[in-house]
Structure formats: C-alpha cells, structure tokens
C-alpha cells in the first residue's frame, strides 16, 4: 500500500508541478509545440497516477474505511485538472492565447486544492500542525519536482530553437533554486515542529532513510542548482540540462523517501 501511494504522489506532484510552472516560461519565444509536449506528458504522469490509485479507493469505499470521502474528493479534482489539460491543448490551437492564458490562470487554485485535499487524506493524526506542515510538504514537493522536470526539458529545447534566448533557461534555474530553498524550509519547519517517531531519528531503523532524504532530496538539489546556473551564466545550455538530468533524479530520489516515510511513519518531510 505504501509503495503504490509513493508511486502516486511522485506522478500527480510532478504533473501538477509541471504544468503550473509552465505559466512562468513565454509561449511566443517557445513556441506552441513545447507546451504541448509538457501537457501530454503532465496528462501520462496524471492518468497512469489514477490507473493507479482508483483501485484502492474502489476497495476502501467497498469496506467504508475512513477517509474514503476524502479520497473520492481528491480524485474528482485531479479528474478536473485532467479536463482543464485537455481544454489547455485545445486552446493552444487558436490564433490567439487568451484562451489558454485563462485555462492556466483558473488551473492555479484547482491545482493547489488538489494536493492539498489529496495530502490530508488518510492523514494518522489529524492534529493542527499536522494538517499545516502536511499539505505544505505535498504543494513544495509539487514546487520541487515539477521546477526540475521543466527546466530539463527547457534545456532540451535548446536543440530544437538553437537561437532560443539563454534568458528563458534562466528563469527556469531560478524557480529550481527558489524550489530547492522553499522545500529545505519546509523540511526544516518539519524538523522544528513535528514531533518525529523514534524510529525515524537517527539511532532508530529508518533513520538511514531521513538522513537519505536530506542528502539526495535537500542537500542536492541545493548544490546542483547552483552549478546549474553558473553554466547558465556561461551559457553552456548543454552543460545545464546534463547537470538538470542529475538533479531530477536527486530530486527524484528524495521526494521518493519523503513519500515513503509519510505514508509508513506519518512524517511530513
């Protein structure tokens, strides 16, 4: 169970991530074609997250587990983000891109109560600073991996506009690192004010997994980021999106553990 739950949150931050971080990058300078791309595959990660998780929540209602209606809550907003994924690739084929201007700008909230709702579900123990630092986990986690996945899909773009302005990849850097930043921060906040069970300190049997947490997930991002964008400084995009390539899979690595231990500990890190 916790494994198939690591599996979708990884899938819905990411594609959740993606898309409202497209919002940041110009369409004119891009193109059409790569937002279409990064919707179509915020559209897989979303569906194959669903394929995944509907199941469980057919047999939680079969046996009225708790929680349940909370579940079937945030299913039917990931379906909403779905359809505005959708309505997004159909107004990228007008003239004008007011219409998906709009699509995106609406996405925003829904996107944001879709992990927050997700987040709190099933949550063990439902005290105040839990169901603060819970969904402030999922919406940085979202920030983190989605920041990471576009600015090396961004650099890939490089190859196919070769006179793309260096400009665009360096927003993308800087909302890896403020990403990286906020999600040490709320790491932190965690640290500071959650009280972690004594099997995830580090004398205890999953303290390998925390200390694995902050050096892949935190520590790594952190410092990638900033190799990052001095190459983006020298302009060496292609130097950046090799350097991107091992920051999503750091990033990938330590969002992974962080879902693990809150679905087996409770622990929002």
């Not at 198939?4 to 891009?30: N, P």
């Amino acid at each position: 169970m916790a494994a198939t739950l690591t599996f979708w949150a990884l899938l819905t931050r990411t594609a959740i991530g993606i898309f409202a971080l497209q919002i940041l990058l110009d369409r004119e300078l891009l193109g059409k074609l790569f937002f279409r791309v990064n919707t179509w595959v915020a559209i897989g990660l979303l569906a194959v997250g669903l394929a995944f998780r509907l199941p469980g929540v057919l047999n939680a209602s079969e046996s009225i587990s708790p929680g349940v209606g909370q579940a079937w809550l945030s299913l039917l907003l990931y379906f909403g983000c779905l359809v505005l994924f959708l309505a997004y690739l159909l107004s990228l084929k007008r003239a004008r891109s007011s219409w998906a201007n709009r699509v995106q700008v609406l996405f925003l909230p829904l996107g944001v109560a879709s992990l927050v709702v997700d987040s709190l579900t099933g949550l063990q123990e439902p005290t105040p600073v839990a169901m603060a630092l819970v969904p402030l986990s999922a919406l940085t986690s979202s920030f983190l991996l989605g920041s990471a996945m576009l600015a090396m899909m961004l650099g890939h773009w490089y190859l196919v506009l070769a006179n793309l302005s260096i400009r665009l990849l360096a927003r993308a850097t800087i909302a890896f690192i403020l990403a990286s930043l906020v999600r040490a921060g709320a790491l932190g906040a965690t640290l500071m004010l959650y009280p972690l069970p004594e099997a995830v300190s580090l004398e205890g049997p999953a303290g390998i997994f925390l200390v694995v947490r902050v050096l892949f997930g935190i520590l790594g991002p952190i410092v990638i980021s900033v190799l990052i964008w001095k190459t983006v400084k020298l302009r060496s995009t292609q130097s950046a999106t090799g350097l991107l390539y091992v920051a999503v899979a750091f990033v990938l690595v330590g969002e992974m553990v962080a879902s693990y231990l809150l679905f087996v500990d409770g622990v929002p890190v």
